[in-house]
């Protein structure tokens, strides 16, 4: 199958700082590429959809300019939690998807830690 | 609207055993996908299987089976001869042609040796 890198697996920084996340597609290209959110032993809550060069479409009560999404390339979105606190702490994983399929393949996630 | 219910939160078995995992879906669309997955401990979302609406067909894979049912808008999951590595949440997922996955919530199955 298909492999997504997500780095880092794990951070953790102070409140008030933003944090990088970065999702890559290593063995294709993603049109598209989602984020969600899992909190413990919850199931998985988009967040966005970043399609290749355009703008990110958010679901209903994400902040857009808290949780900032870059697809820039391909191959490569970000995702940038801006002045973070502890209540971002969360668990998040970013999949992707190739052009005409319909089969999004995750990558490992991030468990983001907020002091 | 969309919707994909897996009432079983919890499976308690023992090595060697089967345990099926039961997922419901609801939607409109004649059209669709149906999804399984499998979360680890890691984290990492595993892809299992992908079913479109139009195909009936059980399938089989090694020690997992599926069984969809239009009928009763179903499509659970069989795992045969259950292995300590199958320990994992497993989400089944509906995706109904607008590039979104709507996720059940899971349904965590713990294999003891």
């Known amino acids: 199958g298909a492999v997504v890198s997500q780095h880092p697996s794990r951070v953790i920084c102070k409140s008030g700082t933003s944090v990088k996340i970065e999702c890559r597609s290593l063995?294709?290209?993603?049109?598209?590429m989602f984020w969600y959110r899992q909190f413990p032993k919850q199931s998985l809550m988009l967040m966005a959809t970043?399609?290749?060069?355009?703008?990110?479409?958010?679901e209903q009560g994400v902040e857009k300019d808290k949780f900032l999404i870059n697809h820039a390339s391909l191959t490569l979105s970000t995702l940038t939690v801006t002045s973070a606190h502890p209540e971002d702490s969360s668990f998040y994983i970013c999949?992707?998807?190739?052009?005409?399929?319909?089969?999004?393949?995750f990558g490992a996630g991030t468990r983001l830690s907020v002091l | 609207a969309q919707k994909v219910t897996q009432a079983q939160t919890e499976i308690s078995v023992v090595e060697k055993e089967d345990v099926t995992l039961d997922c419901v879906y609801e939607?409109?669309?004649?059209?669709?996908?149906l999804f399984w997955y499998k979360q680890p401990p890691s984290g990492e979302l595993v892809f299992l299987i992908r079913?479109?609406?139009?195909?009936?067909q059980n399938e089989i894979s090694g020690r997992y089976s599926w069984n969809f049912q239009k009928s009763t808008s179903s499509f659970n999951f069989t795992i045969t001869a259950s292995q300590v590595v199958d320990s994992a949440v497993y989400f089944c997922?509906?995706?109904?042609?607008?590039?979104?996955?709507?996720f059940g919530t899971g349904t965590r199955l713990l294999v003891s040796p």
């Open positions: 999949s992707a998807r190739s052009s005409g399929g319909n089969i999004q393949y």
């Open positions: 063995d294709f290209q993603a049109t598209t």
């Open positions: 970043s399609n290749e060069g355009s703008k990110a479409t958010y």
């Open positions: 939607t409109r669309d004649t059209t669709y996908y």
């Open positions: 079913r479109n609406s139009f195909d009936e």
């Open positions: 997922a509906l995706d109904t042609g607008f590039q979104k996955l709507v």
